[in-house]
Structures are given as structure tokens and as C-alpha cells.
């Protein structure tokens, strides 16, 4: 008799808590019995992850259906790249332009035609992307700490037809996203994050 587990929740986040429920073994009778629903289910359900070694991630839930951009943003140049909401982006890797690292630093221009060069933009974060790890700090890739990581796939331009790319600060404190412009150089802590 195939589990009915999914059917036991009314709403996308019960959906979640019996997905992760059964992944970690607690069949539908035990979710029935316990009554595990919303947040609630969460404990248990980490504390079963944990008793079997298991690795786990815990993030905030955020609530927002509409990214808020900065008031002088005029067009996105890839609408269709970019996540229209918070968004976990998942498995993130970052990348470098060759120039980089070297004392022949790329402009920003120069580092998003090599990004389109080498087929990465349409893996590349978004502003979405950023924002959500803003919102879920703990969650932020060990190998972003100290650099300043790009969300690529959110260029933007502004009233005076210059180009935009949001950012996110890790080498401070509390890690903020922010927007920086197309004409700087770019730098070897300054990657591009990548979605997996």
C-alpha cells in the first residue's frame, strides 16, 4: 500500500515538513499519530536528522512575494534569469574571470561578457538569490567569506544608462546586499556566484 504522507498536509509548507519527514524515516503512521504539523514538525523532524547523522539546514522562512529594487532601476537587462523572489539558490559555486587575479583587472563590463562568453549567465545568482542569503545568514557558503560575491544574472540600468550589479558583502560583519557599477574593476575577492 503506497504512503499517503503528502496528502496529510493542507498547504506547500505541511507538503515540506512530510517530504522531509520522510526523508529522514518517520513514516506516515508516526506523522499521523504525533499530529506533526507546520513549524512544529520542525524539531522532531531535525532531532530524528540529527540521531541518524544526517546533515541538516535550517533556514529562516522569509515571507515576501515581491523583490523591492532601488527606486532609479529602469530596465533589467535578463528579466528572464532573474528569480522573482527570495529564492534559496541551492548548491552555489563561485567563478573568476582569468584577469582577475592578476594586476590586468577586469572591468565589470569586461567580467559579464566573459560570463556570457563561457555559457555561465544563466547559472549565474540573482538579486533574489542575494537577498534570501541576506535574510538567512547562517547559510551563507563558507567559500563566500572575506570576498564580495555578484548575482550576474540581475544587470540593471539606471536613468543615466548605466549598468548595475547586485552584490553581497561577506567580509563584513553582517553580510548586506548592495549595487555596484558596471565601470569599476573587478578584483580576485570579488567572484561571481554560481548555481550548481
Avoid at 69 to 88: C, F, I, Q, S
Avoid at 109 to 130: I, Q
Avoid at 183 to 193: H, I, K, Q, S, T
Amino acid at each position: 500500500m503506497p504512503r499517503q504522507q503528502g496528502a496529510l498536509a493542507t498547504d506547500g509548507q505541511g507538503r515540506e515538513v512530510a517530504r522531509q519527514a520522510r526523508a529522514v524515516g518517520i513514516t506516515a503512521k508516526v506523522f499521523q499519530e504525533r499530529g506533526l504539523q507546520g513549524p512544529d514538525a520542525v524539531i522532531p523532524i531535525a532531532l530524528e536528522a540529527i540521531r541518524q547523522g544526517k546533515t541538516i539546514r535550517i533556514v529562516e522562512v522569509v515571507k515576501r512575494s515581491v523583490l523591492e529594487y532601488p527606486n532609479w532601476v529602469r530596465k533589467h537587462l535578463t528579466p528572464g534569469l532573474e528569480a522573482p523572489t527570495l529564492r534559496d539558490p541551492g548548491e552555489t559555486g563561485i567563478w573568476l574571470d582569468l584577469r582577475q587575479p592578476t594586476s590586468n583587472r577586469p572591468t565589470g563590463h569586461e567580467v559579464y561578457a566573459g560570463l556570457r562568453a563561457v555559457d555561465l549567465l544563466g547559472r549565474s545568482l540573482s538579486f533574489g538569490d542575494l537577498k534570501w542569503y541576506e535574510a538567512n545568514p547562517n547559510c551563507i557558503p563558507a567559500d563566500w567569506r572575506g570576498k564580495v560575491v555578484y548575482g550576474w544574472a540581475s544587470v540593471v540600468r539606471d536613468d543615466e544608462d548605466e549598468l548595475h550589479v547586485p552584490y553581497m558583502d561577506c567580509g563584513v560583519k553582517q553580510p548586506s546586499v548592495s549595487w555596484r557599477w558596471l565601470n569599476d574593476r573587478w578584483n580576485y575577492r570579488e567572484p561571481a556566484g554560481l548555481r550548481r
